[in-house]
């Protein structure tokens, strides 16, 4: 079993900057691929942004390329999501996410671990 905690979500103005992390703990031995995912009101949670754990690789939706940056830090246990120039569209609750393998994955359905979310507001 893995646990996903996120934080740093908040209320933040168009065109600025937050830093969401994800706390990984658990049975982390082995391959795993971290994703975030986001969730506005009335609509379905969507795929933000994936890395693999031990490579590296990522890959993003193409709303956040070039804004937003996954990264990780193996020894900490910890992903990041640092999301720039934010848009009053970037409003969701954002979740962290994690599934066995190293494959990236852009489907939910494809993860087997999911945190609790946060909360991101930008304000127009």
């Known amino acids: 079993q ?6 740093g979500g908040g209320l933040v103005q168009a ?18 691929v971290m ?4 969730q506005a009101p009335g609509k379905e949670r969507e795929f933000v942004a994936t890395i693999t754990w031990s490579g590296g ?4 939706e193409d709303s956040v390329k070039g804004r937003f940056t996954i990264s990780r830090d ?6 990041y999501l640092q999301m720039n120039s934010l848009k009053p569209e970037d ?10 393998g190293s494959i990236l994955h852009s489907l939910e359905k494809r993860y087997d671990y999911w945190g609790q979310g946060t909360q991101v ?4």
């Open 2 to 7: 893995v646990q996903l905690v996120e934080s």
């Open 15 to 32: 065109g600025g900057s937050l830093r969401l992390s994800c706390e990984v703990s658990g049975s982390t031995s082995g391959s795993y």
């Open 35 to 38: 994703g975030w995912f986001r």
């Open 57 to 60: 690789s990522s890959n993003y």
């Open 74 to 79: 193996k020894a900490k246990n910890m992903v």
């Open 91 to 100: 409003t969701a609750v954002y979740y962290c996410a994690a599934r066995h």
């Open 121 to 124: 507001t930008v304000s127009s």
